[in-house]
Structures are given as structure tokens and as C-alpha cells.
């Protein structure tokens, strides 16, 4: 049995008269202790993915179908009260910008505490707060910071007291979502850092998502590629990405252009190419292959059907036609 | 807050007064009418009594030597005499300050208690039918002005139903002992004071609304909804903690309204506070007492100010200075 089970999740947000579907019949699996990320441009249902794991989806927004098991707890249609409970306990979360993920006028060790009594009203006090300097030390944060406001923090401090605050009540599950965005690049290296050694250390599973692709190859055993709302490519961080070293093995044109627009320090000198255009606007039907509109090897038949989804590998799969024709 | 912060803001408190109390002074002595054409009007005072009269009030000193009298008569805690009621002026106002404090006191409690109550029931269910009827009835209320208000209340409640007096501090002639005064003036209180808390509860309850409904999309409400929070700790420890300080700038605003519309609702509800006072002595010329009240006003407005930047330095950590 996997930790986190995501089976055919939809989700759908309500915007103005029409709907939208962010995530279109996602299955992933999260096994105990590992790692899994998840990238993608901006608006590919990464974010949406994530925060429908701890129910925390804005108001405009259903899961349609689907189901979410969590360690054998079927997530979806569960109320709040035994929500909260497993919030936090079961799966925490690491915010975007934790610039705005503090509250500013509460000091960062009382936010922190505040988590543990939320879930364990008889923790003494005297306990509950040296466990607060504990989580402070372990990411790096000095005791005698432990009573300063968030504005007090550098960005980077404030990530890692998130971080702190995320593991306060032991989860199984640990959500970063774009833990890095908006650090400077020795800030992203040490949260980095930090999360692949607290990975071990706290026994934690992480579903990490970003569009970094060097931050999830830092960080993430296996890799979920999301393009429109559909995953198009899974497989282990090395089947995708490639050994270091080596050429990327991606499959799928889609992540082939997103490694392609990633510069590689070590590779040949060349002008990254980039990848043109938007992902397609998904309140409006789309017949065939989504990535179509913007695939460079783009044929009649990705305009019409849908590609299957093809395995490469023991653990690699992809969707797309061109690999049914190679693979025939 | 660090010392030299307070400091600062004390000294910007004193030059504030100053400002204030030669302004009062100013405007009181450029206005039209000279107050012993008032006190002369009715018989034929001979030269030697209207000079008399004219050096009783300090009148013949030339205006920057008035003006100096004025202060240092200030600093001595003596604020003039009235003319029309031939008492000081520290008297009069005691007499009538009691009642406005009792007054505006209870309609400011009510009204933030109130407001900000009504402001996060429409801000936690925002966009809903609660939400709706909270901001349309708080515009509605908003828009009337006090006396308006207040007339109607004595309609219905005084006119038409006869379940409140509607005049007053007391019922005239009513022997009671000390509980029997005080359900009285309660029952007196109430209608004036429920005029004030409706136009201003609307208020609070349009500003705490709409500063919380931007303060729940912020990213640390869903961390706090993410660690598995209850609701009301979460709109109450975290939304509305954040969304105190526009409540508080409000509150300072609020002083200056209330104190405006007590001169409206005691005039209406014939409640013998400053107000009224006001209202008499404008129709009466009275300036000393016009100029003693205006004085306390200003007092009032700018110590909540003077106040509200101290709790901004409590609430906020961001904007402490060290």
C-alpha cells in the first residue's frame, strides 16, 4: 500500500458563468519515504494538485471525481472537523513565498506552538516549546531567534522556519509547493539541502512541486510531468532527467522542451531554445493531444485523438503518439 | 516601543494643543458681534457700566495681550465665564461633561462591539445572503444622518409604542432611591445612544468586513487553515489580528464623527450634555463656553489619535521603531 494514493482526482473551478478543469483525471502514488515531484509551467494544475490533497482548494474550486487516500484515509468527503485532524498530523505543507506564508504579527515560535496545541491539547507547555527550539535547530535556526516577528527573518530563514513549523506534528506526507520560488540562488541551494537531508532524517514523504527542474532533481526520486491539467510523462528522476552527466531521456516532446529550456552548466554552450506560446485555455473543449498547438513534431492525428499512454520503461510511461508509432 | 519613539509623538501631542488652542482662540475673536452688544441689547447701559462691563471680560487689553491672558489663564485651569449663565466656564462644562462621556462612552462600546461582530459575520461568509444583508443595511444606516435617525426612534419607539422616554436624563419629579436613578437614566440613555451606535456600528462593520475579506486570501490564512485550525481561531486569532489596524485608524476617525453627532442627538433627545450645550450656546452667542467646549473636543479628538498611533506600535511589529 502506497502513502498517498491520487486516483483519477478532476478538479474543477467555477469561473463565471462557465467551469474550468485544472486537473483532468490525475493518478499518481507516493510511496513511504519517497520523494516525488512535480513540474510544469505556471497554470498546468500543479498548485491545484497539491492543495486538493489536504482539502485546502479555494471556494470557487470541486473535485469532480477522483479519490485521495492517505494512508488508507479516503480524503475526499471527509468533513472539516476530521480533516483537521489529519491537516498538519498527516500532511503538512510548505507554501509558495513563505514571504506571506507567516503571519506577520504573530512571533515565529508562537506559530509554531499554535501548531502543536492545535493537535495535542495535553502537550505541557514546558515540552512543547523546547520542542519548538528543536525544530528551530534542526533548520538551522538559532534559539535566540525563536521570538522574532517573520519581518525580522531573511527569506530564506522564513522558508526554513515554514519548514520548522511543517514537520512540528511528525507528518507522513510533507507538500512543498515552489518551496524555492523567490530565494535568491544560495538561499534555494540550502533549502534544497535541507529538504533532501530532512527527507531521511524525519522519515517524511514529499510531494514537491515546481517548475525548477534542477530544484526536483536536487530533491525527488521520481518525477510527475503536468502539462494542461494532464500528466504526460512519469518516471524516476533519472529516466527522465538523465543520469548526471548524460543526455535526458524525456519522452515526451513537452519535457523535452522544458529541459531544453534549462541551460546546462556542464553541456555544450548553446542558446537555450525556450518554448513558445501558452498552454491552451481549458474552458474550452480540447480534442486530441493538449500540447498539439505548441509541439514542434505536431502530426494530423494529435489534433483529434488523444494519446495513449505509453510504456518506455519498467516505472517510465508517457502520452504521446509518436511513441505508439516508434514503439509499433 | 522605545523611549524616544514616545518622546517624539508626545512632543508632536504638545505642539498639536498649542496649534489648536490659538486657532480656538482666533476664531473666536474674528468673529462678527461683540458679546457685550449682546450682554448690552436689552437696556440703555450708560458709557460708565458698558466700560465696566468691557474690563470685567479683559476686553480692553489689545488682542495679542488678550491672547496671552487667554493661555495663561488656560494653564490655571480657568477656561472664562460664561456670559449667559454668569458662572466660569469650567462649571458649565462640568455639569454637561459627565452626561456626553456616559453618552458617547456607551455608544462607542456598543458600536465597535457591534460593528466589528456584524463586520466578521459578513466577512466570514463573504458574498453570501448574510454578507449581502449586513453591507446593505450598514450603507443604508451609514447614509442617514443622526438627528434623522434619531427622530424616527422617538416615533417608534417614544411617539408610537410609548416603551421609552424619549427626553432628558432623568424623568422630571420621579423620586427613587440610588438604582431606581440609575434604571431611569439607563432607560434614557438608551434611545439617544442606539441613534449613535447605528449611523456609526455601520461603519465599523463595513471597514472590518472589507479589511478581513482581503486579509483571509492572504497566504498565512491558508497556513493556518492548513495546520488544521479551528474556524473561529482562525478568523478571530489570525484574520482579524491582521486586520486591526485599519479598525483602529477607524476608531481615531470615529472620535471626531461622534463627538459631531452627539451635538446632533442631544439636541434632538434634549440630553444635557456638551452638546446641547453647544447648540444653546451658538443660538446664545456664549462664546466662552463655545470656546471651552470646542477646546475639549479638540483635546478628546487628538489624545485617540495620540492613542491609536500607540496601538499601532502594539499591534503592528512591523511598523515598531527602535
Keep these: ?17 462557465g467551469s474550468l478543469r485544472a486537473v483532468d483525471h490525475v493518478s499518481l502514488r507516493i510511496e513511504a519515504g519517497e520523494a516525488l515531484g512535480v513540474v510544469g509551467e505556471s497554470g498546468c494544475g500543479k498548485t491545484s494538485l497539491g492543495l486538493s490533497v489536504p482539502m485546502l482548494l479555494p471556494g470557487n474550486a470541486t473535485i469532480s471525481s477522483g479519490s485521495i487516500k492517505l494512508a488508507d484515509h479516503e480524503l475526499v468527503g471527509m468533513n472539516e472537523a476530521q480533516l483537521n485532524r489529519l491537516r ?50 534542526l533548520v538551522g535556526i538559532a534559539p535566540a531567534r525563536a521570538k522574532s516577528y517573520p519581518h525580522e527573518f531573511s527569506g530564506g530563514m522564513r522558508q526554513r522556519a515554514m519548514i520548522a513549523m511543517a514537520l512540528a506534528c511528525r507528518p507522513s506526507l510533507l507538500i512543498a509547493d515552489e518551496p524555492t520560488t523567490a530565494l535568491d540562488v544560495i538561499s534555494q541551494a540550502q533549502i534544497l539541502a535541507l529538504l533532501s537531508s530532512l527527507r531521511r532524517s524525519e522519515d517524511l514523504s514529499v510531494l514537491m512541486i515546481s517548475h525548477d527542474l534542477s530544484a ?19 518516471g524516476t528522476t533519472e529516466q527522465v532527467l538523465g543520469r548526471r552527466g ?23 554552450r548553446v542558446l537555450a531554445p525556450g518554448l513558445a506560446g501558452h498552454p491552451p485555455d481549458l474552458s474550452k473543449p480540447i480534442t486530441g493531444c493538449r500540447f498539439a498547438d505548441r509541439c514542434p513534431s505536431a502530426m494530423s492525428v494529435c489534433r483529434e485523438i488523444v494519446p495513449p499512454t505509453v510504456t518506455i520503461s519498467e516505472g517510465h510511461t508517457a502520452s504521446c503518439h509518436l511513441l505508439k508509432k516508434v514503439g509499433a | 516601543m522605545s523611549a524616544r519613539y514616545l518622546t517624539r509623538k508626545l512632543a508632536t501631542l504638545v505642539v498639536t494643543l498649542y496649534v489648536t488652542v490659538s486657532f480656538n482662540f482666533l476664531l473666536f475673536h474674528v468673529l462678527p458681534g461683540s458679546p457685550i452688544q449682546l450682554l448690552a441689547r436689552s437696556g440703555h447701559y450708560d458709557p460708565a457700566a458698558r466700560a465696566q462691563l468691557i474690563k470685567l471680560f479683559g476686553l480692553n487689553h489689545p488682542l495679542l495681550a488678550q491672547y496671552f491672558i487667554y493661555l495663561r489663564n488656560m494653564v490655571h485651569g480657568d477656561l472664562g465665564f460664561s456670559y449667559v449663565y454668569r458662572k466660569p466656564v469650567t462649571t458649565v462644562l462640568g455639569g454637561a461633561i ?3 462621556l456616559l453618552l458617547v462612552g456607551t455608544a462607542t462600546l456598543v458600536t465597535i462591539l457591534v460593528g466589528v461582530w456584524l463586520g466578521v459575520m459578513a466577512a466570514s461568509r463573504a458574498h453570501s445572503l448574510t454578507d449581502a444583508s449586513i453591507t446593505v443595511t450598514s450603507l443604508a444606516l451609514w447614509s442617514m444622518p443622526d438627528f434623522f435617525t434619531g427622530m424616527i426612534l422617538i416615533f417608534i419607539c417614544g411617539v408610537w409604542t410609548h416603551v421609552l422616554p424619549i427626553s432628558g436624563l432623568v424623568t422630571p419629579g420621579l423620586v427613587t432611591g440610588t438604582w431606581g436613578h440609575i434604571v431611569d437614566v439607563g432607560r ?34 491558508l497556513t493556518a487553515r ?22 483602529v485608524t477607524a476608531t481615531a476617525l470615529y472620535v471626531g464623527m461622534i463627538l459631531g453627532g452627539a451635538i446632533q442627538v442631544e439636541t434632538v433627545f434634549s440630553w444635557p450634555g456638551m452638546g446641547l450645550l453647544i447648540y444653546n450656546s451658538v443660538v446664545q452667542r456664549d ?18 489619535n495620540f492613542i491609536s498611533d500607540l496601538l499601532y506600535q502594539v499591534l503592528d511589529p512591523r511598523v515598531r521603531r527602535t
Excluded at chain 1, 246 to 268: F, M, V
Excluded at chain 2, 233 to 247: F, G, K, Q, S, Y
Design chain 2, 98 to 100: 459627565g452626561n456626553t
Design chain 2, 188 to 221: 434614557h440613555l438608551i434611545l439617544p445612544a442606539l441613534t449613535l451606535t447605528f449611523v456609526n456600528a455601520a461603519e465599523f462593520s463595513l471597514i472590518s468586513r472589507n479589511t478581513l475579506v482581503d486579509v483571509m486570501v492572504e497566504d498565512y490564512m
Design chain 1, 88 to 137: 498538519w498530523t498527516a500532511v503538512a505543507f510548505v507554501f509558495q513565498g513563505a514571504m506571506n506564508a507567516l503571519n506577520p504579527v504573530q512571533r515565529v515560535d508562537r506559530q509554531i506552538l499554535e501548531a502543536i496545541s492545535a493537535h495535542d491539547s495535553h502537550a505541557a507547555k514546558e515540552e512543547s516549546s523546547q520542542r519548538v527550539l528543536e525544530l528551530l535547530d
Design chain 1, 1 to 17: 500500500m502506497s502513502l498517498l494514493e491520487i486516483d483519477n482526482l478532476s478538479v474543477d473551478y467555477r469561473v463565471g458563468t
Design chain 2, 226 to 247: 492548513a495546520k488544521g485550525l479551528q474556524r473561529r481561531t482562525i478568523v478571530w486569532r489570525h484574520a482579524l489580528r491582521n486586520a486591526m489596524l485599519p479598525i
Design chain 1, 216 to 234: 526536483i532533481k536536487r530533491v525527488c526520486d521520481r518525477i510527475v510531468v503536468m502539462y494542461a491539467g494532464v500528466v504526460v510523462e512519469t
Design chain 1, 246 to 268: 548524460e543526455s535526458a531521456l524525456a519522452a515526451h516532446p513537452y519535457t523535452q522542451a522544458l529541459i531544453g529550456a534549462h541551460p546546462d552548466l556542464r553541456g555544450e
Design chain 2, 287 to 304: 462664546y466662552p463656553v463655545l470656546e471651552g467646549c470646542f477646546l475639549l473636543f479638540a483635546i478628546a479628538v487628538i489624545a485617540t
